[in-house]
Structure formats: structure tokens, C-alpha cells
């Protein structure tokens, strides 16, 4: 199921009924008295972390679990009058939810994965160990509008009926199939609060043989000791419905704010009992170790080698490939000297120079600095959640390797990038040099 910017929840029908001993009256445009809610869905999709298996493909990857929809009276916008769960896999575009007997509808807000109106009190680094298909999403409307639609209920279908029926009705009393109800349209463009970074095929550029068989590697030995996140928003934003920007498909372009409270990161290690910051700002709460031991990572100039290293099954031939995959709050840069993005760090814990008369010291570093278009046509200037931002080859030179932890631009390595909505993106990045 293809998504364009983020996970689309169709809300058909919102309505209230009049049977032949009963008057409806009408307030503010909505009638008044026992009426009814109807809601089609449409079952969203998405991606998340840790050293795992890379998404693949370019469309929309499916969330699992349960999706929660509550229905709330506009004389109490704070407790959910009721509520319909339904496994998220049990519904397709065309089911239709139904709640009946609302007085006066006043919002509705769906979730997926425990998904919340906000994530401004959210730390980031609860939402990373999150699989793929278990990422949280959330929606809401408080807009309604009267259509000449009508129906009745089905109650075989009551959601908390012990068998029979699917399920997917609410609220209907016994006799109550006999009343017509006038039916509202709302519609709810579920988001996603984050979005997700993928890197994988990172190599060193190997260096042909000149005569003689001289290397021209600047590096006599280079560890590569672990990857970790800089330049990250601590805290998420709130789910903004957008009632004056819709889709073609006549959804509201509602979406989750930028993070709040850029934070500063760097790699740590222990020396002895103390800790040793490698850089400037706090140890990197977004990082995956590479290593062989206590002390050292793995050579990085070893030939043919590619980081993250695949999982093998049985032969090489088997191999299963893994990415560094990390959820961030969403950012951009909007204004040339903006520096808003996150940056992709790898921390060397070892190195020896070739020319002994030109010393490269440990630790050194390797960074991300720009993110381009899948045909490198346009820097990316935000990363905008919902969607899935994948590297997928990242060739360092010599020169992308530096002392300065801090970011030196001159030396950042750019990529190219894969774009997806929770879809997949691919993307490609500039490293230092």
C-alpha cells in the first residue's frame, strides 16, 4: 500500500439519527440528541532501530499491533466516551468503524504502538529500541461535516460482543437497528513522530599498488572502534492537525512538530575508573560498539571488508546484511548557516601514519555533513518524520578520517539518500575531509 507523507486514517461518517417518535433539534450546525459515528480506516504502515535488518524496497512497510480509536463528546474532551481496538491486520480500506448513540461527536483521535498527541516530554532515547514494525503513530480531528448519508446498526458486530459478528461496531443497544442515522465525514492523517535513519555499506577506499607495490595509504593501521548520533533533538514535537493544506486524497497535511532541545554528543570510553569525553557535549545516547576485545575496535583498512559487518548463515554466500539504524526527532534546516540536522559520526580508537614525519593520531573521526537525492540533484534539508532516510554506500577516503571530533566541514563526507515514507528513503551524505 503505497502512503505519500504520512499515515492516512479515513474517517467516513459522523452522524446522527431521527426515528419516527423522536425530534432532532440543531446546535451550531451539528444536531443535538443520541446520534452515530462511522470511521474507515486505512491500515498505515512504517520502520525503526538498532544494528538490524535494513528495510528494503520503496513502499510503505507495515506497523503491527493494535489500533485504538476513541470517540469523545464535545462536552468532555478529555475522557473518551467510547472506544473501539482492533488488530490492525484485521482491517483493510474498505472496513468501516462504527460508534452509535453519541449525543454530540467533539474529536476523535486514533493510535497505533501506544501512539500519543505529543512527545515533548518523550526522551529519544526511549523510542530506539523499537522493531520496525512496532513504531507508534497517532491522529486526530476535531472537524466534522453533515453528510445526506444514513444507516443503521449491525448488532452482531458490537466490538465487546464474547463471538459472532466482526467487531467492528460500538455502542448499539438492542432495538436500535430500527433507527436511522444521519451520517458526518471527518478524515485523520495519522504521523509518525520520528524518523529513521538507516546507514549501511560503509568501506575504505582502497588504494591501487603503485610501481614497486607501494602503498599509497596515508594509514599504516586504523581501528574503527564504534558509530554514534551528534546534533540530536532531545525531545519530540506535538501532533499538529493542518486544517488549511489537503492531499489529493482530501486529507489534511497534519504532521508531528520539529524536536526540541538540540543536544551535543560525543563518544566516551573508560580509562582506568575514569570516564574520558572524546569530544565535545555528553556521551552519545545513540551509538552501536564495534569490537574484538576490550581495547581495540577492528581494522578498518582490512580489504574487501564493509561496516556494518553482515551476520553469516552457514557460508559467506549466506550472509545476512545489517544496517546502524537510529529514530530522531524530526528537523531542518531552514535558513545557509542552520545546522539542525543530525550528523552521523564513526570514532576511531586507533591509528598509525605511513610517514612517521606526519603523525595521525588517535581518536579520529569520520563524519556525515551533507544528505543528498537518491541522483545527488538536491541537498536534503530536513528530515521530515515519517519517513526513512537510507544510506546505502559511504566510501571513506583518507582525507574524510580527521582529528577534530567537532564536525570540521571542509573534511565531511557527503551521501546520497534513498527517500521513503515510512517508505523507505535512501539517501547519499557528505563526509568530512
Same mark, same amino acid.
Given at each position: ?34 446520534? @452515530? ?24 512497510? +507495515? ?6 480509536? +476513541?470517540?469523545?463528546?464535545? &462536552? ?60 507508534? %503513530?497517532?491522529?486526530?480531528?476535531? /472537524? ?11 448488532? @452482531? ?27 458526518? *465525514?471527518?478524515? $485523520? ?35 574503527? !572502534? ?8 532531545? !525531545?519530540?514535537? @506535538? ?29 566516551? /570510553?573508560? $580509562? ?30 582490512? +580489504?574487501? $571488508? ?25 528537523? +531542518? ?9 543530525? !550528523?552521523? /559520526? ?15 593520531? %588517535?581518536?579520529?573521526? @569520520?563524519?556525515? &555533513? ?47 539518500? !534513498? ?6 528513503? *535512501? ?7
Amino acid at each position: 500500500m503505497k502512503i505519500s507523507k504520512s499515515l492516512f486514517l479515513a474517517f467516513a461518517g459522523l452522524g446522527l439519527f431521527a426515528c419516527s417518535n423522536e425530534d432532532v433539534t440543531t446546535e451550531n450546525g451539528i444536531p443535538s440528541g443520541k446520534g @452515530a459515528v462511522t470511521v474507515q480506516l486505512i491500515n498505515p504502515g512504517v520502520s525503526t532501530r538498532t544494528v538490524q535488518d535494513p528495510t528494503t524496497g520503496d513502499n510503505t512497510v +507495515s506497523i503491527t499491533g493494535d489500533i485504538t480509536v +476513541s470517540l469523545y463528546e464535545k &462536552t468532555n474532551l478529555t475522557t473518551a466516551s467510547q472506544v473501539i481496538r482492533i488488530p490492525a491486520a484485521s482491517l483493510e480500506t474498505s472496513t468501516v468503524l462504527k460508534f452509535w448513540n453519541v449525543t454530540e461527536p467533539g474529536k476523535i483521535t486514533v493510535s497505533i504502538n501506544n501512539g500519543q498527541s505529543s512527545y515533548e516530554s518523550v526522551e529519544l532515547s526511549s523510542l530506539q529500541d523499537i522493531l520496525p514494525a512496532n513504531i507508534p %503513530a497517532y491522529g486526530e480531528t476535531t /472537524k466534522f461535516i453533515l453528510t445526506d448519508e444514513t444507516g443503521s446498526p449491525i448488532i @452482531a458486530n458490537d466490538n465487546d460482543a464474547e463471538s459472532g459478528g466482526n467487531k467492528q461496531e460500538q455502542g448499539a443497544n438492542e432495538g436500535d437497528q430500527n433507527k436511522v442515522y444521519q451520517l458526518y *465525514n471527518a478524515k $485523520v492523517t495519522m504521523a509518525i513522530p520520528v524518523a529513521r535513519l538507516e546507514v549501511s555499506g560503509i568501506t575504505h577506499k582502497s588504494h591501487p599498488q603503485q610501481e614497486g607495490g607501494k602503498d599509497v595509504c596515508e594509514y599504516k593501521t586504523l581501528t574503527v !572502534k564504534g558509530v554514534y548520533m551528534d546534533n540530536l533533538y532531545t !525531545k519530540g514535537g @506535538a501532533y499538529q492537525e493542518n486544517k488549511t493544506q489537503v492531499g489529493e486524497d482530501g486529507f489534511y497535511m497534519s504532521v508531528f512538530a520539529n524536536g526540541t532541545e538540540l543536544a551535543d554528543y560525543c563518544w566516551k /570510553k573508560k $580509562v582506568a575508573d575514569d570516564d574520558l569525553y572524546l569530544g565535545t557535549g555528553e556521551d552519545a545516547i545513540l551509538k552501536d560498539e564495534i569490537t574484538v576485545g576490550d581495547a581495540v575496535g577492528e581494522n578498518f583498512l582490512a +580489504s574487501g $571488508v564493509v561496516w556494518p559487518k553482515p551476520v553469516l548463515e552457514g557460508d559467506p554466500e549466506t550472509s545476512k546484511a545489517k544496517v546502524f539504524a537510529y529514530n530522531v526527532y524530526p528537523a +531542518s534546516n531552514v535558513a545557509e548557516d542552520d545546522n539542525n540536522l543530525p !550528523k552521523f /559520526k564513526i570514532y576511531f580508537d586507533s591509528s598509525e601514519s605511513q610517514d612517521e614525519t606526519k603523525p595521525l593520531p %588517535a581518536p579520529r573521526y @569520520a563524519m556525515i &555533513t551533507k544528505y543528498w537525492n537518491s541522483d545527488h540533484t538536491a541537498e536534503i534539508k530536513a528530515f521530515e518524520p515519517g519517513k526513512i532516510y537510507r544510506i546505502t554506500s559511504a566510501e571513506l577516503k583518507d582525507g574524510n578520517i580527521i582529528g577534530d571530533e567537532g564536525g570540521n566541514t571542509l573534511y565531511g563526507v557527503e551521501v546520497t539518500v !534513498k527517500e521513503a515514507v515510512w517508505t523507505p528513503v *535512501n539517501i547519499t551524505a557528505d563526509w568530512a575531509e
